[in-house]
């Protein structure tokens, strides 16, 4: 119980409880009740100002979280987009330069890159950050198509050019093991049979009779005769304007209309038709045009033993046909 009030009767001489009543009573009791709505209301107001409330705290707490897992993503694209801008370097400065391809244009890799319908960039005015990672991420995802559809052409393209390389002539038809001699005599010489001046249009690898022949590149044998002139002679047909000859055979080892790979067994050195020595005349025609072999078999030696070849067989200015 609350205490009384008590106040001194000097009539009685005792202090008796005094009990507010009428007025007085309820002028305290609004006083009281004033002063208590003053107070609950200033503790209210504080409390709110300075004090977050659970659905503020737990709010602050999941923004907190996505502001996090949005600079991961951040991060993310820049790296992705990092990662593709290699790859699109090396599309165009190495391997389309290795397939004698012109790089993609500017205007191909960048279209459809500029805007979006997808988002509203009146509602994301107030989040630059927000839209410009989603144009970023549209840009990445076009560009990454572009690339994809960039590489298959690639691979396309590459497995064209792996049969046309595997078509061309680029290696020796005699064996180095088995060559005692090179004649660089392609173009004019004084033919050794007829001893007038004649076009030479191959070389001749001087060997023993019976050294095996290869085929210089993959084709299929259009002829292979004796001719008055070549001897024993086989044409193989590589395509891609490529076309071989080896005259002067002992034997062959293919027949007509046969395919052959680089590197087979296609015949053996022989001394047949216009020929002085055992030796093989080798040819090659690009586009119906006779062109210098020498040019397309230097992948066989070094630089040093190219050059030897090549320094040795000047000295000798003679054909064997």
Not at 73 to 83: D, W, Y
Not at 157 to 164: F, G, H, Q, R, S
Request: glycine share 6%.
């Amino acid at each position: 119980m609350g205490k009384a009030l008590y106040r001194y009767n000097p009539t009685t001489c005792r202090y008796e409880p005094v009990f507010l009543e009428g007025r007085i009573f309820w002028k305290k009791f609004s006083l009281l009740l004033i002063c208590s709505s003053v107070l609950a209301i200033a503790g209210y107001v504080f409390t709110v100002r300075y004090f977050d409330s659970y659905d503020e705290i737990r709010l602050m707490q999941q923004n907190h979280e996505l502001k996090l897992s949005w600079n991961i993503l951040h991060q993310r694209i820049a790296e992705a987009q990092h990662q593709l801008d290699v790859l699109i370097q090396k599309d165009d400065h190495n391997y389309r330069v290795i397939l004698d391809t012109n790089p993609l244009p500017l205007s191909i890799r960048e279209a459809g890159t500029g805007g979006s319908e997808n988002i509203n960039l009146i509602a994301f005015a107030d989040f630059r950050y927000l839209s410009n990672d989603h144009f970023a991420v549209e840009r990445l995802k076009h560009q990454a198509d572009v690339e994809l559809q960039s590489f298959q052409e690639l691979s396309a393209l590459l497995d064209e050019k792996l049969v046309a390389w595997a078509a061309r002539p680029a290696i020796q038809p005699i064996s180095n093991s088995d060559l005692e001699k090179l004649h660089l005599t392609y173009g004019q010489r004084l033919h050794p049979i007829f001893k007038v001046w004649k076009d030479h249009k191959g070389l001749d690898f001087a060997a023993q009779t019976g050294k095996p022949v290869y085929a210089t590149g993959d084709g299929t044998v259009g002829m292979a005769y004796y001719s008055d002139s070549y001897g024993k002679v086989i044409f193989i047909d590589h395509g891609h304007d490529f076309e071989t000859r080896y005259a002067h055979l002992s034997d062959f080892a293919v027949s007509v209309g046969q395919r052959v790979r680089r590197g087979q067994l296609i015949g053996f050195v022989g001394n047949t038709g216009n020929s002085v020595a055992p030796h093989l005349h080798y040819e090659i025609l690009f586009a119906g045009q006779h062109v210098n072999p020498l040019s397309f078999f230097q992948r066989d030696l070094s630089s040093s033993e190219y050059q030897k070849l090549i320094d040795a067989g000047s000295q000798n200015g003679i054909s064997l046909d």
